[in-house]
Nanobody, 126 residues
Framework: QVQLVESGGGLVQAGGSLRLSCAASGRTFSTYAMGWFRQAPGKEREFVATITWNEGSTFYADSVKGRFTISRDKAKNTVYLQMNTLKPQDTAVYYC???????????????????WGQGTQVIVSS
C-alpha cells in the first residue's frame, strides 16, 4: 500500500504562484508514474500533469501547459507541482496520485492510478 499526503495549497491572487508537494510513503517501490488531478465543485476530476518516476518524462493538460511544472525527488519520495501565472479557473482541490502499471502512453485518466491523496485546496482570486 502507498500513502500520499498533499501540502502547499492555499489562497493566491491571479498571476501568482504556488508549489504543491506530495509525499509518498509505504510500499512505493513499484510506482511507475505519479500525477496531479484537480476537481472543482460540481465538476469532474480533471487531469493536470503526470511524470514517470524513473525517467522523469512529463506531460501536461493543455489548460496548464507553459504555466505548471511537475517534478519529483526520488530520494524524498516526493512529487511537486509548481504552479505559475495562476488563473481563477485553476481554483480546485488538487489531488496527487500514484500508478503502478506500465503504459506506453502518458497516463491521463483517473483510473490509471492506484493510490490517491486526500487533496489540498487551491483558491485563486481575481
Amino acid at each position: 500500500q502507498v500513502q500520499l499526503v498533499e501540502s502547499g495549497g492555499g489562497l493566491v491572487q491571479a498571476g501568482g504562484s504556488l508549489r504543491l508537494s506530495c509525499a509518498a510513503s509505504g510500499r512505493t517501490f513499484s510506482t511507475y508514474a505519479m500525477g496531479w488531478f484537480r476537481q472543482a465543485p460540481g465538476k469532474e476530476r480533471e487531469f493536470v500533469a503526470t511524470i514517470t518516476w524513473n525517467e522523469g518524462s512529463t506531460f501536461y493538460a493543455d489548460s496548464v501547459k507553459g504555466r505548471f511544472t511537475i517534478s519529483r525527488d526520488k530520494a524524498k519520495n516526493t512529487v511537486y507541482l509548481q504552479m505559475n501565472t495562476l488563473k481563477p479557473q485553476d481554483t480546485a482541490v488538487y489531488y496527487c496520485a500514484a500508478g503502478t502499471s506500465y503504459s506506453r502512453y502518458f497516463q491521463t485518466k483517473a483510473y490509471d492510478y492506484n493510490y490517491w491523496g486526500q487533496g489540498t485546496q487551491v483558491i485563486v482570486s481575481s
